[in-house]
């Protein structure tokens, strides 16, 4: 019979004893204490080896996932190891500057020196016309009138002269050139070129106060500043302003003839005056006809030649390029007959189609039907 000893959880000094018989062995000569200790150490060497046993396979199993998860990451993640970019040196002093870089800024500011003086010479070429104007208006009648020296009598011929030779631009082309109408020459010398008709009025005014004071001083900031007139009140004068064209401006009103019809020359566009407006025309001196559109107050037939001379001046009617209509009406250069014909020529000279144009004034429509 075999007697085991072993420990439990809350228990001390315990005992459990397992009867057996066995009659394969001879039990003899064997002490309890010998066989429990024995058997003791004997459980005790297989738990440790089972525990161990555990522990060598859950480590087994975690390196493999770990080395799967790894070998995972590799595969997805590849590493490229760049080369370190060489860094050259330049044996040269600091002082001595980059010869390419000026050679750059110098190419660039050149660069920008021709844009600027290009973008200037436009400018210049556009209102130089402009600029001759105020360096007329410096000797206009309000400057002189402020200075303590009184303005002398070859000074003011000198500005009257000036200025007339505004409105008589063009004549030394053609003698024969109508210049603008009397009373609108105060529009042609006034900085604002306001409507002469309008300037006109407060000039009668002017003139019979008999002041002192020259007129558009007087108009402006002068004695006459609070006059009101109720067939042109102040607001009127003020905003009807008449566009005077430049040289570039002007281009885009000139008119050509191409296979008897008018085509303007800058967009290539044929000539379509709509209904329920007034197209105006002007032949100038050096024989270019311009037409637009009139805008009383603000276009009108001084706007073309901006005062100057015309050879002759109208309205007409024309669709699609082909004139259905012309006659010689314009307040600003009251043209003559004489200046009509001169318009009627420069027509047959290019060829245009004169046989079923209508002429709203008799002794012409005979002139044309006879000389056709």
């Given at each position: ?8 959880f ?5 005992e ?31 738990s ?33 190891s ?63 009138f ?31 050139a ?15 070129h ?5 300037l ?24 006459g ?15 009807q ?29 044929l ?18 006809l ?29 669709h ?40 709203r ?10 000389h056709?």
């Amino acid at each position: 019979m075999t007697i085991l000893k072993s420990d439990s959880f809350k228990k001390t000094d315990s005992e459990t004893i397992t009867t057996r018989t066995d009659n394969s062995r001879n039990l003899k000569n064997c002490r309890p204490e010998k066989v429990i200790l024995e058997r003791t150490l004997s459980m005790l060497e297989r738990s440790l080896s089972f525990t161990s046993l555990v522990e060598d396979k859950q480590n087994l199993g975690s390196n493999n996932l770990d080395g799967k998860q790894n070998r995972l990451k590799n595969n997805l993640i590849p590493t490229i190891s760049l080369p370190e970019p060489p860094v050259f040196f330049f044996q040269r002093p600091v002082s001595v500057p980059d010869a390419a870089a000026i050679k750059i800024q110098k190419f660039y500011k050149s660069y920008r020196t021709r844009r600027n003086l290009a973008d200037c010479a436009v400018v210049v070429e556009e209102l130089w016309w402009k600029a001759l104007d105020f360096a007329a208006l410096r000797r206009s009648s309000v400057s002189f009138f402020n200075e303590e020296k009184p303005e002398t009598a070859v000074s003011k011929w000198a500005r009257a002269r000036t200025r007339a030779a505004k409105v008589g631009k063009g004549l030394s082309k053609d003698e024969k050139a109508q210049k603008l109408a009397l009373q609108h020459w105060l529009e042609a010398i006034d900085p604002r070129h306001r409507y002469g008709h309008n300037l006109h009025l407060y000039y009668d005014i002017w003139f019979k106060s008999s002041s002192s004071q020259p007129f558009f001083y007087w108009l402006d900031v002068g004695d006459g500043k609070e006059t009101y007139l109720e067939k042109c009140p102040r607001p009127v004068l003020q905003r009807q302003c008449i566009k005077y064209l430049g040289p570039k401006e002007r281009e885009a009103y000139e008119v050509i003839v191409e296979n008897g019809k008018l085509v303007f020359k800058q967009s290539r566009m044929l000539v379509e005056t709509t209904e329920g407006t007034k197209w105006i025309f002007v032949l100038s001196t050096l024989r270019a006809l311009y037409v637009g559109k009139k805008k009383k107050g603000k276009f009108q037939h001084s706007s073309f030649l901006s005062g100057g001379a015309t050879t002759a001046a109208g309205r007409l009617v024309a669709h699609n390029g082909i004139i259905e209509a012309i006659w010689p009406y314009s307040g600003h250069y009251h043209p003559t007959e004489e200046n009509f014909r001169e318009f009627v020529s420069f027509l047959e000279e290019h060829n245009v189609d004169l046989t079923n144009v209508k002429v709203r004034c008799f002794t012409l429509w005979m002139f044309i039907h006879v000389h056709i």
